[in-house]
């Protein structure tokens, strides 16, 4: 009975067989499948044998991202429902100088890879990919959401309690700070001269003083002039020739009374200069400030002093002595130190930190459960890419198959089925932008 039942099964699996085939053969040779109907036939053909494709692929080498597929890669399409499929890996890879070459195994039939572009992503595993693996887009936008919802309820709170703290320590701070600035520029004068003397040359004489003589001088001449010549002459009415010569001839005679002239020099100038220089304070005033809104204005005095400032902080050597100086006055002062762990430690600060953790400890809790995960749900899928890109070192090269539309295909060079069938590889080419990769693979539950 048994071997009945084999002998039907058999008949019926050729019966099948030659029936399929012989349909095919027979719309081919009417011609009334199109290459797109019989290749569409034939996969159902290969479907229905569980067959899987081959397709050779090759991506042209580029110095300026040398990443390629490698032996193993998956290739993923997204499914209409927006998951992830994957539809088959990468085998018989072999590095050229010109290109990368391989094959494909399409293991889903579902998917005509005739209908889909191929294109190459991988991990470089730099600090922006694993900030975008661990906070992508999504839940940033919700780490920000609590981050501002907890400001806004408890800021004030926050704020009143650490303002007198902060504000009290830099207070203190300043003349601590001051006091080390002064002590360094001490210890460091002779190299602060040295730099001084260096440039005093090569700007002072050469670029400084050439500038104030051609464009500096001119406009304080035009607007302090006039000024100048007002008030010279109306010191020169007030001024007395008479007093001041016979003073000047007493002070050179044997008599015992001296120092006439300079006595006069300071009645003259206290009741006499001041008094019309007081007068023209206002004038003064406004013709400062026309100047220096001209000199300002001055195209070449800018790009010149722009220049100079350039040149004087672009110095390496002055840039080591600041940060020397800056070193010594902010990180290694003992007495800045102090003053910030006195106030720290104050009792008035434990009660603001302590105020402080109990506002915040809620959204610091939900912001580790966004990016880590909980014991209740697991790991977080951003985490578990993380760790397995760094610590396993998995998941850094991946192709993605992109379907096209219907007159774009018709376009490209060596993508169609059929020609990948008679051996022209399919072009895999680089994506365009990063994108993590498509699966995320955690342990599940028992």
């Known amino acids: 009975m048994g071997s009945q039942n084999r002998r039907v099964m058999l008949v019926g699996s050729c019966f099948w067989l030659v029936f399929v085939c012989g349909g095919v053969f027979l719309l081919v040779m009417l011609g009334v499948a199109t290459g797109k109907q019989a290749s569409s036939v034939a996969r159902l ?29 998956p290739v993923f399409v997204r499914g209409e429902d927006g998951e992830w499929i994957d539809v088959g890996f990468v085998k018989n890879v072999s590095f050229g100088p010109l290109s990368t070459t391989g094959r494909i195994v399409w293991h889903q039939s579902q998917f005509d890879p005739s209908m889909y572009s191929l294109h190459f992503y991988e991990s470089r595993g730099n600090l922006r990919e694993l900030w975008e693996m661990l906070v992508p887009v999504p ?52 190299e602060l001269e ?29 607007h302090g002039e006039p000024l100048a010549r007002e008030i010279g002459l109306q010191l020169w009415d007030r001024a007395s020739i008479w007093r001041f010569g016979w003073r000047a001839l007493y002070d050179r005679t044997p008599l015992p009374q001296r120092d006439l002239l300079r006595r006069e020099w300071d009645r003259f100038v206290d009741e006499e200069a001041v008094p019309v220089l007081e007068g023209h304070l206002p004038d003064i005033l406004d013709v400062q400030k026309q100047i220096v ?33 800056l070193r010594e006055a902010v990180v290694e002062n003992s007495q ?21 953790g109990e506002r915040l400890e809620p959204m610091i809790r939900r ?28 998941d850094k090269s991946w192709l993605v198959a992109i379907r096209e539309p219907q007159e774009s295909q018709k376009n490209r ?3 169609p089925l059929q020609q990948a069938a008679q051996g022209v590889p399919r072009e895999v080419v680089r994506g365009a932008d990063w994108q993590p990769y498509p699966l995320t693979i955690v342990a599940g539950e028992n």
């Open 45 to 73: 053909i290969q479907y229905g044998l569980g067959r899987e494709e081959v397709i050779p692929i090759q991506m042209p080498s580029d110095p300026r991202s040398p990443g390629t597929f490698d032996e193993g890669n």
């Open 293 to 325: 809104i001209d000199v300002l204005r001055n195209s070449a005095v800018r790009d010149e002093l722009g220049a100079m400032a350039e040149q004087i902080l672009a110095d390496p050597q002055l840039q080591r002595l600041v940060m020397k100086m």
């Open 194 to 222: 040295e730099v001084g003397k260096r440039y005093e040359e090569t700007l002072l004489r050469e670029q400084l003083l050439p500038l104030l003589r051609e464009e500096v001088l001119p406009v304080v001449r035009f």
């Open 413 to 415: 060079p060596g993508q």
């Open 139 to 190: 839940k940033r936008r919700a780490v920000e959401q609590l981050i501002r919802s907890t400001m806004e309820a408890h800021a004030a709170e926050i704020t009143s309690a650490l303002q007198p703290i902060v504000t009290g320590a830099m207070q203190e701070s300043l003349p601590a700070v001051e006091k080390g600035l002064r002590e360094s520029f001490v210890r460091h004068r002779s």
């Open 367 to 394: 912001i580790g459960e966004e990016l880590l995960g909980t014991p209740e749900g697991g790991i977080e899928p951003g985490l578990a890419r993380v760790l397995r890109n760094q610590i396993l070192q998995k």
């Open 336 to 356: 800045l130190h102090q003053v910030w762990m006195d106030h720290l430690k104050s009792p008035a600060a434990e009660a603001a930190f302590e105020l402080t």
